[in-house]
């Protein structure tokens, strides 16, 4: 029997938050009047996790899927190795801290009901630290830059996908990926809607700076080469007017002869030519790595155990 709705939650370390989940997730959607299936994949737990999640299938069967990963691969693999076993019409994410309320879920649903084949969610009343908002706004706006992937709040993984659109991603085998800025790609009617934001409760946020940033390296060199475009256009200027350059300290010293003065000016420039070579040969390295890792045909997640009801 397919269901109308699959919620696929990727669990990381989560045993503090897991009770309560549990106990707003299950009754929310109860309220839907919906036939439903939930699909927990855990990410490589080093907690108890793994445990709870076990005890919480033996309890509801019916509803639940728990899907154990090998190791620790990411969210972003986690949700796709539950995108490909979801059997739901419509399809929404959600992360397990409890920071986008379950109860918010039948606000996307009803936003599908109008047309939207997928619909992204603006967290309002962030509850999170000032430096996340602020990286988040500027990230977001950077993307917007670089891409055509219009997305507000592209932290916030409380979204709903139609069928058709989980079953383009499927067929996607990139190594890696950002699945809301992925989803905009095959949609055809995107929308956002405003949703409510609770401040984590228990752990602490899986995403440090470095992996925000991290992410963010990927999101653009994944869906944009306008970086590459950019810095081609740099070198092209710098060279021109490293000549200009050249030119001016011939005739100089044609007119006004040797002279030793500038010399920590001309260290400044050619420390600051070298910084952008430095920088371009970087992000050079990034569209080579994502390559690299393509090419190798790796498994992007090892799957150790599905728990889920057979008939």
């Known amino acids: 029997m397919t269901p109308d709705l699959s919620v696929v939650i990727p669990v990381y370390n989560e045993e503090r938050g897991l009770p309560a989940l549990f106990a707003r997730l299950y009754p929310a959607l109860d309220r839907l009047g919906l036939n439903y299936e939930i699909i927990f994949v855990n990410d490589g737990s080093h907690d108890h996790s793994v445990a709870l999640l076990r005890e919480q299938f033996s309890q509801r069967p019916e509803v ?10 990411g969210q972003h693999m986690a949700i796709m190795a539950g995108f490909e076993r979801t059997r739901g019409r419509r399809v929404v994410t959600l992360d397990a801290d409890l920071q986008n309320p379950p109860e918010e879920i039948g606000k996307l649903l ?60 499927n067929e996607t085998k990139e190594v890696s990926t950002f699945i809301p800025a992925l989803a905009y790609t095959y949609a055809a009617n995107p929308t956002e809607v405003p ?41 092209i200027v710098i060279s021109l007017l490293s000549g200009l350059f050249v030119i001016y300290l011939m005739l100089r010293r044609l007119i006004i002869g040797p002279e030793v003065q500038g010399v920590f000016t001309l260290f400044a420039i050619a420390f600051f030519f070298i910084g952008v070579m430095l920088f ?31 008939e």
């Open 110 to 169: 009803a936003k599908m009901d109008e047309g939207y084949d997928y619909v992204g969610s603006i967290r309002m009343r962030r509850a999170d630290q000032w430096w996340r908002r602020s990286a988040s706004r500027a990230m977001n706006h950077l993307r917007e830059r670089l891409t055509s992937i219009k997305m507000t709040d592209q932290g916030c993984m409380l979204r709903a996908y139609d069928r058709h659109i989980i079953d383009a991603i």
């Open 64 to 73: 639940t899927r728990v899907i154990l990963l090998n190791g620790n691969f």
């Open 280 to 310: 371009g040969i970087g992000l050079l390295g990034e569209y080579v790595g994502r390559i690299y890792q393509q090419v190798r045909h790796r498994p992007r997640y090892l799957i150790q155990a599905v728990l889920e009801r057979t």
């Open 195 to 235: 949703v409510a934001h609770e401040e984590r409760a228990h752990g602490e946020s899986k995403y440090s700076l470095y992996r925000l940033i991290r992410l963010n390296f990927d999101l653009v060199t994944g869906f944009s080469v306008v970086p590459l475009q950019w810095f081609s256009f740099t070198g």
